[in-house]
């Protein structure tokens, strides 16, 4: 069973940083793409950010471009993203998910809330 738990959320004004993580299990993780995808308030999932199995294939979100970085640590299963120069356009439920790409996201954790305010 895929399970994947995320952490690092939080409350941060406008050009702040956060560090999300994600502890995954249940699959080969070091041999899986990797992605977070986002929800804003009353909108439909965004994928943000992408890396393949050995992190060197990343996509980005033309928003985030610049701004974001994704990376993973195979020897602790776990997958981050670092997020700078944060805008209030950021706010939303953060979700790590597994794969490359898809419609659904269906194997993906939680989440955390990350909100971006004065």
């Known amino acids: 069973e895929v399970q994947l738990v995320e952490s690092g959320g939080g409350l941060v004004q406008p050009g702040g940083s956060l560090r999300l993580s994600c502890a995954a299990s249940?699959?080969?993780?070091?041999?899986?793409?990797m992605s977070w995808v986002r929800q804003a308030p009353g909108k439909g999932l965004e994928r943000v950010s992408s890396?393949?199995?050995?992190?060197?294939?990343?996509y980005y979100a033309d928003s985030v471009k610049g701004r974001f970085t994704i990376s993973r640590e195979n020897a602790k299963n776990t997958l981050y993203l670092q997020l700078n120069n944060l805008k209030t356009e950021d706010t939303a439920m953060y979700y790590c998910?597994?794969?490359?790409?898809?419609?659904?996201?269906?194997?993906r954790g939680q989440g955390t809330q990350v909100t971006v305010s004065l």
């Open positions: 249940g699959f080969n993780f070091d041999s899986s793409a």
């Open positions: 998910a597994k794969g490359w790409y898809a419609t659904a996201w269906s194997d």
């Open positions: 890396i393949d199995s050995g992190g060197g294939i990343i």
